[in-house]
């Protein structure tokens, strides 16, 4: 309909997107046939019946198994490719990736591998649709701060090609101070900074507030919560911090999309962003993301607007590209 086509057209950035999310069942099955890997399921029906959530814990309970099927450099790079084919459909100019090398490394995939596959896609959609794509390295935080450090060291050689560093997986006993020598080294070495801060987990505002205050992150993933605090509002509005905020993935992990905390950031001012998290699981992308927000929300044209143009903002993109777009 009309609103889709406005939103399809609305020049955008993505920029909460983990490629591991991506995997579609289609490709699950066609990357498990060429690496003779067995599935459980059979049919791409039982697949998408295995992509059902209610919580993080959940999720994350069938996103890593479902990693196996990824072996070698090509299939990383049919994963990413597959991906920025989509979001080129959906009016995506510029994307910021996530991926998690350790959830590869720790069953044997090297790091070059996974770096390699995703790179050569990224090479590849520039030249033949034009979009510019960023590759940001997540820390899995449920594991050791020396894993997540001898991690960093590896991606040293490949700074060129990784715009930052992140932090995700289960949030719960894992706070941001745990990785606070990590990611000053990372700074040092030149990687921008972010993190989740998942919405409604246990601490959130004291997650919230050691990110932005102790690790100094140049942007946070998800954070909406931080509603609930006056002072770290106005913290972050000072620092003009980018929320990288995920109303379909919200909806799966708490029962709502968080709209009313979205809207109530958007209008003080800060600068909120919608994204897809985890599309092929959650079954929207980010197109879709703005839509059913708009929706739920009664949006005017305005207000999605105002989104698109903050999604460029909040990019890693120099001064000199992000004109282009604003
Ligand atoms: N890994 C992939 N998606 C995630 C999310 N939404 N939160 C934490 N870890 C993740
Ligand atoms: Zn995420």
Known sequence: NDLAAFVRGLPKAELHLHLEGTLEPELKFRLAARNGIELAETTVEQV???YDFHDLTSFLQ????AMRVL???PDFHDLAYDYLTRAHANGVRHVEMFFDPQAHTSRGVPFDTVVSGYRSAIVRARREFGISAELILCFLRDHSAEFAMATLMEALPYRDWIIGVGLDSDERGNPPSKFAAVFERARGAGFLLTMHCDIDQQDSIEHIRQALEEIGVDRIDHGTNIVEDERLVAVAKEKGIGFTTCPVSNSFVTDQMK???????LDRGLTVTVNSD???YFGAYVGENYLRLAEHAHLDRARLIALAENSFRASWLTPARLDGYL
């Open 278 to 280: 985890d599309p092929a």
């Open 259 to 265: 709209s009313t905390e979205i809207l109530d950031l």
């Open 48 to 50: 998408r019946q295995t």
């Open 62 to 65: 069938v996103y890593y198994p």
């Open 71 to 73: 072996r070698h450099a």
